[in-house]
């Protein structure tokens, strides 16, 4: 080993030292870096998350885990998945597009990119007339649908991203076919939603940011029917049996539209504003939901009073007279419901809320009473409270092993008995040949034992050390209770919020060691006293 201690620098001995140690990354854990797009499969039953540094992550079953990188360093705004296929599409900021393919390859799946495309406009139009602002896979799984800033749907069909001049929806187009007293108004700029009929593909509806909202007929190359609201645009969604579309706007508001081809609504059947009558922020998406119950599900996203909640990052669910506010700890993403995935079924029942916020991924029961989150199995938020330390312990003792798991089972009453929805794909990997723990302590004075035998890194214990020290807080306080009478119906919503906590100044967790034969864990704190857990 003297030849590694020799001074200077020896090219054979940088040769052999890489040829002695050498370091893989074998498995990521914990929660993806500034996450920008959500993306789901209803018939592969997998997530799909995007960051702004271009990486794209699929998440399935427990264990099934991809990642692809793009060629260039630029924020993934959307992903979309073709239909019927193993494939999705991912939009860049840059305005270029690229498809990815899961295929398999000795056996295992693997993400690859396919190809990639720009879309380009005439020679000297304006950069606007072809920046995408919303793509829509189309059902066929063979064209795409993009609007853009110009008010303009360009067609591409994929494979090949060969676009289709031919079948482009021109705002000039649109604005010919609507009737005299919708032109005499400047109904066009930006497209804001792009939905396909739930029950006829050649149907697609198109919302443009100034309030008008049409259905287009791709065979004809006509307008169905329109509708016109005197607020701004920013979402649009059908109702299952495409009778009526629910509309979210700027002003906190949503409005509902009965669909008839044969007779034209200037009014929409029902406005409402669920929490004003002040001002409210812009309502930015908005599911529609239909139940054999007979009453729907709502669920949007923001729409809260802008003087009072207006630094909030909430997600509402409205049904049966229930009302609730998810109140998140960091913005909100994007979100997607889970529901009933045949197009035939002539009911959503959605079972699922899934939220993708800037520090953690959360998963709403909607089929059980209160509605309470459902414990992740990955996607474990390590840094909910920032780490001071950390230890690893190898070949952990079957029977410590199932103490900590009895003990974390304790702690875990607050979550719902749902299982774990997102469960595409199967995993391959054997079982761990032996039990390792990850201990982490945080700034906030707990300690959280983290299961690392495998790919998936979950949660089995934590302990607070809150009742140790004298504070004016009280330790029992619950951050989820809420008075009856509070309005809007707030619950804050975080990561494995069973146990309340309270930060102290001075206190934070610095060093571990551990004992594993005698189930002893030591650690020194930061005011320089010593803790022994056993």
Request: with cysteine.
């Amino acid at each position: 080993m003297r030849r590694f201690l020799r001074s200077g620098h020896d090219p054979a001995r940088e040769r052999l030292k890489r040829d002695l140690f050498q370091f893989n990354k074998t498995v990521e854990h914990g929660f993806p870096h500034q996450p920008s797009a959500l993306g789901y499969s209803p018939s592969l039953r997998i997530l799909a998350i995007g960051t702004r540094s271009g990486a794209v992550k699929l998440y399935g079953a427990p264990g099934v885990e991809f990642m692809g990188l793009h060629r260039e360093n630029n924020a993934v705004v959307q992903i979309c998945f073709l239909s019927g296929q193993c494939q999705l599409v991912t939009l860049l900021d840059d305005n270029s597009l690229h498809l990815w393919s899961l295929k398999v390859k000795g056996g295992v799946s693997e993400l690859q990119e396919d190809e990639s495309f720009t879309l380009r406009g005439p020679p000297g139009a304006a950069p606007s007339a072809t920046q995408i602002t919303v793509v829509l896979p189309h059902s066929s799984g063979k064209m795409l649908y993009l609007g853009t800033e110009s008010g303009n749907v360009f067609v591409v069909q994929v494979p090949g991203f060969h676009t289709l001049e031919d079948r482009t929806i021109s705002s000039d187009a649109v604005l010919q076919r609507l009737p005299e007293e919708a032109r005499q108004r400047r109904v066009f700029e930006m497209v804001e939603a792009l939905q396909e009929h739930p029950r006829d593909p050649n149907q697609v509806l198109i919302g443009y940011s100034r309030g008008l909202i049409v259905i287009w007929d791709l065979r004809g190359s006509r307008v169905l029917c329109h509708f016109l609201s005197s607020q701004q645009l920013d979402s649009v969604c059908w109702q299952r049996d495409g009778r009526l579309i629910v509309s979210c706007h700027s002003d906190g508001s949503y409005c509902q539209w009965p669909v008839s081809p044969d007779t034209q609504h200037l009014e929409p059947l029902r406005s409402c504003m669920p929490y004003g009558p002040f001002p409210c922020k812009a309502i930015t998406k908005i599911f529609w939901l239909t139940t054999k119950q007979g009453l729907p599900f709502t669920i949007f996203q923001g729409g809260m009073p802008r003087a009072s909640y207006g630094d909030r990052h909430c997600i509402s669910v409205v049904h049966n007279g229930q009302q609730t506010a998810f109140d998140f700890t960091s913005r909100v993403i994007d979100f997607t419901v889970l529901s009933e995935v045949d197009p035939a079924a002539a009911f959503d029942d959605p079972y699922a809320l899934v939220v993708l916020a800037e520090e953690e991924l959360v998963v709403i029961d909607l089929q059980t009473a209160g509605w309470p989150p459902v414990q992740p199995p990955y996607l474990a938020s390590l840094h909910c409270s920032a780490i001071t330390c950390s230890h690893h312990v190898s070949n952990i003792p079957l029977k410590l092993w199932e103490r900590i798991i009895a003990a974390g089972s304790w702690q875990n009453t607050y979550f719902s008995t749902m299982e774990w929805p997102i469960d595409g794909g199967t995993s391959l990997a054997p079982t761990p040949p032996q039990r390792d723990l990850l201990l982490t302590g945080h700034e906030d004075g707990t300690v959280r034992f983290w299961d690392a035998s495998g790919v998936c890194l979950r949660l089995l214990y934590k302990l607070s050390t809150v009742h140790v020290f004298l504070t004016d807080t009280d330790p029992n306080e619950n951050l989820s209770a809420q008075a009856e009478d509070e309005w809007p119906p707030l619950r804050k919503v975080r990561w494995a919020p069973s146990i309340p906590t309270v930060t102290i100044p001075g206190w934070a967790s610095r060093r571990f060691f551990s004992a594993n034969t005698a189930a002893t864990w030591l650690w020194q704190a930061q005011q320089g006293r010593c803790w022994c857990w056993s």
